[in-house]
Structures are given as structure tokens and as C-alpha cells.
């Protein structure tokens, strides 16, 4: 004898529908619960992997963006400390202008005095490091910086040498090579009223500035360009992220009318599965 249970056609039908109309409510549920339409590739493969693209996307630009930011901290340092160089380089033209007028025991201290502040540029340039990364005292450095890892764009900005041994040497003045070294006791002391001779240091040092001014506007175009890049990478990443939430995020306002209607739904078929099995227990009591 058989153990199974026979239903009529109609609560049949009527148990089908509570169960379709069980499981959607379920995962209009489980939508309003993790405010997400596609969870995984069970749900969506196609839309679930979209939204992943878009979403490792965003991740390595952001991680590019955190370089970007510290590339622009970089770069500003090297600019910031190009500037107080330029000061130093104008006191020490001012020292050369007092000089020119001054006794021989005066010009003594104006030459020790220049070679302190020789001295102190040299160490103002050697502690702009940023993260280990020093743009002013070498043409050797470098900041590489790779905005996307799907293309290959990239910059490189290449670093400048504003030590006094470096930012002098380029003049050809008589008095460049004692500047550059910054041993100028004998040249202050041995030029007498040649003013002629403070003048042409004066204008070695000027040559200095012009350098580091130009290295100092380079550096402020590519920071310049950093933040516009970083505000566009800002964006991108906006967008990328918009784009995948669109993709797979629960619209609460539609989930919350389905499972409302659902609910109703629900309530119906199990007064519709009620009917269905009070009609057969009528044919039962035929037999009684």
C-alpha cells in the first residue's frame, strides 16, 4: 500500500502558489536586509562580475590616488624649500652690497658671515626630504608616479641641485669658484674698493636665483597638474563606484511595495488554500 499523501488538483495549485509567493517574499527579505539585489553570482553572474570590474577598478585608483596625494606633498616640499633657498640667496647678496662700502675688519665678518649662510643653505636644501624623497639636492632624484595600472600613463618628475656648490658653479665669473666653494675670506679681504668685484659676485648669485626660480616653477606646474589629476582620479572613482552600485544595489522604495503586495499575495492564497481543502473535506463528509 502506498504511503504518499494525494492532493486534490485545486490545494495543489493553491500550495504551489504559497510556496512561489514564500520565496518571494523571502528574497524581497533578504534585498531590504543587505541592501543588495545581486549579492553574489548565484544571483547574477553577468551583473555580480559587472559590479566586481567596476568596483577592483575603483580600488587600484584609489590606491593610485593615495600616490597621487603623496607625489603633490612631495613636490610642494621641494617647492617650499626652493623659495626659502631664493631668501637665503638674497641675504647673501645683500652681505656682497654691504661689502662694497665697508673696512677691511668689517668685510672680515661680512665674509664669515657669508659662509655661514652658504653653509646654512646647503643644510636647508639637504633636510627638504619628504618620505625619504630630497627634489633639491640632486638632478639624480626622481618622483615616478603611474596613474592607472591598465594604461601606461605615467610622470616623472626629475629633481634639482640647489646646493651652493652646485647652483654657483654654472657662472663664469672670476669670483664664481670662491663662491662656489664658499671660502671667501681672501675675496672679501683682498678686493679692496674694487667694487667692480662685489658686483660680479652679486650678479653670480643673481644667476642662482633665475636657476632656482625656473626649478621652482617647473616643480609648481607639475603640482599644479597633480591636483587636477587627483581631482579627476576623485571623480573616476566616484563614478566607477556609482556605476556599480546601480548595477547591484536594492532600490528600498521598490523592494519595500513588492514585499507589501506580496504579503497581501500571500495572505489571499492561504484563504484560497483554505477554500480548496474545506471543499474536499465536504466530499468526505458524503460518507459519513
Not at 640667496?89 to 665674509?111: C, E, F, W
Not at 618620505?131 to 600613463?153: C, E, K, P, Y
Not at 664664481?176 to 674698493?193: G, H, M, P, R
Request: no cysteine.
Amino acid at each position: 500500500m502506498s504511503n504518499q499523501i494525494v492532493l486534490g488538483l485545486a490545494t495543489r495549485q493553491n500550495l504551489l502558489s504559497l510556496q512561489g509567493i514564500n520565496s518571494q517574499i523571502s528574497t524581497s527579505q533578504n534585498h531590504l536586509a543587505t541592501g543588495l539585489k545581486v549579492a553574489s553570482a548565484v544571483d547574477d553572474a553577468v551583473t555580480f562580475f559587472q559590479s566586481q570590474s567596476l568596483l577592483n577598478r575603483a580600488s587600484d585608483l584609489t590606491q593610485r590616488k593615495s600616490a597621487i596625494d603623496q607625489g603633490i606633498s612631495s613636490v610642494t616640499t621641494a617647492t617650499q624649500a626652493i623659495q626659502s633657498a631664493i631668501s637665503v640667496l638674497q641675504q647673501l647678496q645683500g652681505v656682497l652690497n654691504s661689502a662694497k662700502t665697508q673696512s677691511a675688519s668689517q668685510r672680515a665678518s661680512a665674509a664669515t658671515q657669508f659662509n655661514t649662510l652658504a653653509k646654512q643653505l646647503n643644510n636647508l636644501v639637504g633636510d627638504a626630504s619628504f618620505q625619504g624623497l630630497n627634489l633639491v639636492n640632486s638632478t639624480a632624484s626622481t618622483l615616478s608616479l603611474q596613474f592607472s595600472i591598465s594604461s601606461t600613463s605615467t610622470l616623472k618628475i626629475h629633481g634639482a641641485n640647489l646646493l651652493a656648490s652646485k647652483l654657483i658653479t654654472a657662472a663664469t665669473a672670476a669670483a664664481a669658484s670662491k663662491l662656489a666653494s664658499a671660502v671667501v675670506l681672501t675675496f672679501f679681504s683682498t678686493v679692496s674698493n674694487k667694487t667692480s668685484k662685489f658686483d660680479a659676485a652679486f650678479n653670480v648669485l643673481q644667476s642662482a636665483v633665475f636657476t632656482a626660480q625656473a626649478d621652482a616653477q617647473s616643480l609648481g606646474a607639475n603640482v599644479t597638474f597633480l591636483q587636477t589629476r587627483l581631482d579627476f582620479t576623485s571623480q573616476y572613482v566616484s563614478t566607477l563606484q556609482g556605476g556599480s552600485d546601480k548595477l547591484v544595489v536594492a532600490d528600498v522604495n521598490q523592494e519595500s511595495t513588492n514585499l507589501v503586495t506580496l504579503q497581501t499575495r500571500q495572505n489571499l492564497a492561504i484563504q484560497s488554500l483554505s477554500i480548496a481543502t474545506q471543499s474536499e473535506s465536504a466530499v468526505l463528509r458524503l460518507f459519513r
